[in-house]
């Protein structure tokens, strides 16, 4: 079973998510794009290193790869479909692994990168805990991450995948840009009360250099723009945006993406 679940800050705004066993000695990591605060952790407090996760490509998520497995020698669970090196597990959609006595599952989430995967461990029935995802940069905190390599209509199937988990889910994504993220879901949706709610709540965090994370599905549906582009109002910012009626919802998620990167 998983112990506790302990946010790592590294470089600007990125999270390293450690996972601690209940042998209180075992520690897993997801995305360590940076090795250092991980060997701390580690060395502080006697650790051993089980195992890592790592979602997607980019540098910011797999910088630590080398240096940790180097040192400590452990399994790396990463993407089927992608080159990066250091991937000892190569896991796609519905495979599942053991990780601290906890069933993990994947699901592949293409959009933020093509190879981009997210891992669900639990629900813990015994334990009473919902489902804890691993989201990576696919969704966040009131946002959803940037296109670089996918389309709208495959980001918007990631995500949908991914709400489908219910609202208790507990979802760990990797960068701190919520209070950044409900600034614009507000310019979408001003009518919405739960997100004036949550920046509020978000704000004062922040101002105490508090941690935003870990959010929730329910949370996420009620105030994150992106997985709300059937809401009227949100369809209505989506074309003063575009200046197009958008068609479908894709249409709208695609509008709202690309007002979010000029934001
Ligand atoms: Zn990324
Ligand atoms: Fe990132």
């Not at 190569?90 to 995967?117: C, N």
């Not at 009473?128 to 996918?150: I, M, N, V, Y």
């Not at 919405?192 to 996420?220: D, F, K, M, Y």
Request: aromatic fraction near 6%; include cysteine; hydrophobic fraction near 40%.
């Amino acid at each position: 079973m998983i112990n506790q679940i302990k946010a790592l800050p590294a470089f600007d705004d990125n999270y390293i998510w450690s996972l601690l066993g209940d042998d209180n000695k075992t520690l897993c990591v997801v995305d360590p794009g940076d090795p250092v605060p991980v060997i701390k952790m580690i060395e502080e407090q006697s650790l051993t290193l089980g195992c890592i996760l790592i979602t997607h490509h980019h540098p910011d998520h797999t910088g630590g790869i080398a240096e940790l497995t180097e040192k400590y020698s452990c399994k790396v669970y990463g993407p089927d479909n992608s080159s990066i090196a250091g991937i000892t597990d190569r896991v796609k959609e519905g495979d599942e692994f053991t990780l601290l006595g906890e069933t993990v599952r994947v699901l592949e989430v293409p959009g933020h990168t093509l190879d981009h995967i997210a891992f669900v461990v639990g629900p813990n029935a015994a334990g009473g805990k919902p489902a804890r995802l691993f989201s990576g940069d696919t969704l966040f905190a009131g946002g959803c991450g940037r296109l670089f390599e996918g389309t709208p209509a495959q980001m918007a199937v990631s995500l949908a995948k991914l709400t489908a988990l219910g609202p208790e889910t507990q979802v760990y994504c990797t960068h701190e840009y919520t209070q950044a993220n409900l600034k614009f879901a507000i310019a979408c949706e001003p009518g919405n009360l739960a997100t004036h709610l949550r920046i509020a709540q978000v704000s004062a965090l922040r101002e105490r250099g508090e941690i935003t994370l870990p959010t929730t599905i329910g949370l996420e549906l009620a105030s994150n723009p992106f997985l709300r582009c059937s809401n009227q109002q949100i369809i209505d910012s989506a074309e003063n945006f575009s200046g197009v009626k958008p068609s479908d919802d894709i249409a709208t998620f695609a509008a709202v993406r690309a007002w979010k990167d000029e934001f």
